[in-house]
């Protein structure tokens, strides 16, 4: 089986940073396009951004400028820079990796993080 661990949320000033982080694993074999979706209470999950395997990105309109998507493949990790943070980024973040174990790729999620932005 596979798991998606995230961290690094917390909760920050307007303007600030916060960076977090999501690990897979498990019986990995092979890993594609892994993602960062965020639901703010009331409101359906968004997508962030995203990244396949080969470093292609993808940002959602309302982040672009402000935050980066990377991935350290040999570690099977992926990360989320948020940079001068807003109250609207408020939300709870999830890890999303679309995952090949022994048999064809999976969606897999993980558990999410709290990103509370507030003076």
């Known amino acids: 089986q596979v798991q998606l661990v995230e961290s690094g949320g917390a909760l920050v000033q307007p303007g600030g940073s916060l960076r977090l982080s999501c690990a897979a694993s498990?019986?990995?074999?092979?890993?594609?396009?892994m993602a960062w979706y965020r639901q703010a209470p009331g409101k359906q999950r968004d997508l962030v951004a995203s990244?396949?395997?080969?470093?292609?990105?993808n940002y959602a309109d309302s982040v672009k400028g402000r935050f980066t998507i990377s991935r350290d493949n040999a570690n099977n990790t992926v990360y989320l820079q948020m940079n001068n943070l807003k109250p609207e980024d408020t939300a709870v973040y999830y890890c999303?990796?679309?995952?090949?174990?022994?048999?064809?790729?999976?969606?897999?999620w993980g558990q999410g993080t709290q990103v509370t932005v507030s003076s």
């Open positions: 498990g019986s990995i074999s092979r890993i594609y396009t």
């Open positions: 999303h990796g679309f995952i090949a174990t022994m048999s064809s790729p999976l969606n897999y």
């Open positions: 990244i396949t395997s080969g470093g292609s990105t």
